[in-house]
């Protein structure tokens, strides 16, 4: 009998705390991550800390942000501010904005992670939920980058924004309708961004996270994920890479992406998923609708008894 090799997948990244920059890359600049205040926002937020940078923690939760501050501070030579706001308020940005000026002055780096989303089937969305998602995830991110970007034109100062994708915006995906179409308006808003400010010396990229399970996952994302066989393991074994992501492989590189040594890299969108937003069958699997993958029953109109 032949005996089947072990198929290994991807290496193991580096450990927790290595860094992929030179030592003090970011010492003297001010990064703003919004949705900082946990998963991979503040995962980000630690890689940037590593490297020295001054953060500005944004996000609406003041509990979570206090928290990441304790957590971050120790991490970093410079300093860290929390701002609670909501992304969806151009007013409130502009104050985050000057305060952090104040504190620590002009962010040179924003990262727009903030977010929402949540799984359902198209027909099933709400006009509320569809508008919530659409205006945290693609104007909130037009919001901060404005901001962001109207400040550096006025100063004619260089200047980085990282704005985190999902791969659906290429793909489609089914069961976020709301999010993939929220996050092909973010892809394309990188690509004509990066062009208009480009000339001014701003650079503007996307990152795209794969699977990278993490505490502060939205519930409704992980009871999905459990549904499917819900342990790193199971998950593991449905990538090409043989295992899931670890939130500061996205860290690294976003800190990469910000950085000088990417200084001639601008409207990209750098895809950190062991390829499997690339990843088709020999023969495809059988269809399995977006309901039954739910746990939906059959489609009832609203009003109907």
């Given at each position: 009998m032949?005996?089947?090799?072990?198929?290994?997948?991807?290496?193991a990244?580096?450990?927790?705390g290595?860094?992929?920059?030179?030592?003090?890359?970011?010492?003297?600049?001010?990064v703003?991550?919004?949705?900082?205040?946990?998963?991979?926002?503040?995962?980000?937020?630690?890689?940037?800390?590593?490297?020295?940078?001054?953060?500005?923690?944004?996000?609406?939760?003041?509990?979570?942000?206090?928290?990441?501050?304790?957590?971050?501070?120790?991490?970093?030579?410079?300093?860290?501010?929390?701002?609670?706001?909501?992304?969806?308020?151009?007013?409130?940005?502009?104050?985050?904005?000057?305060?952090?000026a104040?504190?620590?002055?002009?962010?040179?780096?924003?990262?727009?992670?903030?977010?929402?989303?949540?799984?359902?089937?198209?027909?099933?969305l709400?006009?509320?939920?569809?508008?919530?998602?659409?205006?945290?995830?693609?104007?909130?991110?037009?919001?901060?980058?404005?901001?962001?970007?109207?400040?550096?034109?006025?100063?004619?100062?260089?200047?980085?924004?990282?704005?985190?994708?999902?791969?659906?915006?290429?793909?489609?995906?089914?069961g976020y309708a709301?999010?993939?179409?929220?996050?092909?308006?973010?892809?394309?808003?990188?690509?004509?961004?990066?062009?208009?400010?480009?000339p001014?010396?701003i650079?503007?990229?996307?990152?795209?996270p794969?699977?990278?399970?993490?505490?502060?996952?939205?519930?409704?994302?992980?009871?999905?994920?459990d549904?499917?066989?819900?342990?790193?393991?199971?998950?593991g074994?449905?990538?090409?890479?043989?295992?899931?992501?670890l939130p500061?492989?996205?860290?690294?590189?976003?800190?990469?992406l910000?950085?000088?040594?990417?200084?001639?890299v601008?409207?990209?969108?750098?895809?950190v998923?062991?390829?499997?937003?690339?990843?088709r069958?020999?023969?495809a699997?059988?269809?399995?609708?977006?309901?039954?993958?739910?746990?939906?029953?059959?489609?009832?109109?609203?009003?109907?008894?």
């Open positions: 032949t005996k089947r090799m072990r198929t290994p997948g991807l290496p990244p580096p450990p927790l290595a860094s992929a920059l030179p030592a003090g890359t970011y010492e003297g600049s001010v703003l991550v919004t949705g900082g205040g946990s998963g991979l926002g503040k995962a980000v937020a630690a890689e940037f800390a590593r490297l020295g940078a001054d953060l500005v923690l944004m996000g609406r939760d003041t509990g979570r942000l206090a928290a990441a501050r304790r957590e971050l501070e120790p991490l970093t030579s410079g300093r860290v501010l929390t701002a609670r706001a909501d992304v969806r308020d151009p007013d409130r940005i502009t104050e985050v904005f000057d305060e952090a104040a504190a620590l002055g002009p962010p040179d780096v924003l990262v727009n992670n903030a977010a929402a989303n949540f799984p359902s089937p198209a027909e099933d709400s006009p509320n939920a569809w508008r919530a998602v659409l205006d945290i995830t693609l104007t909130g991110t037009w919001f901060m980058s404005r901001e962001f970007g109207r400040r550096h034109l006025a100063a004619g100062t260089p200047g980085s924004v990282v704005c985190v994708g999902a791969s659906y915006a290429w793909t489609g995906g089914p709301h999010s993939a179409a929220a996050k092909a308006g973010v892809k394309n808003l990188v690509e004509t961004l990066a062009v208009e400010w480009g001014y010396g650079r503007v990229n996307g990152l795209v794969g699977l990278m399970p993490h505490a502060d996952m939205p519930s409704a994302i992980r009871s999905h994920l549904r499917d066989g819900g342990d790193e393991d199971a998950l074994a449905r990538q090409p890479a043989l295992r899931v992501g500061r492989e996205l860290g690294w590189a976003a800190t990469f910000a950085s000088r040594y990417a200084g001639f601008s409207g990209h969108s750098l895809v998923d062991g390829a499997n937003w690339q990843r069958s020999l023969v699997p059988p269809v399995v609708p977006v309901r039954e993958q739910l746990g939906r029953g059959p489609f009832a109109p609203p009003g109907d008894a």
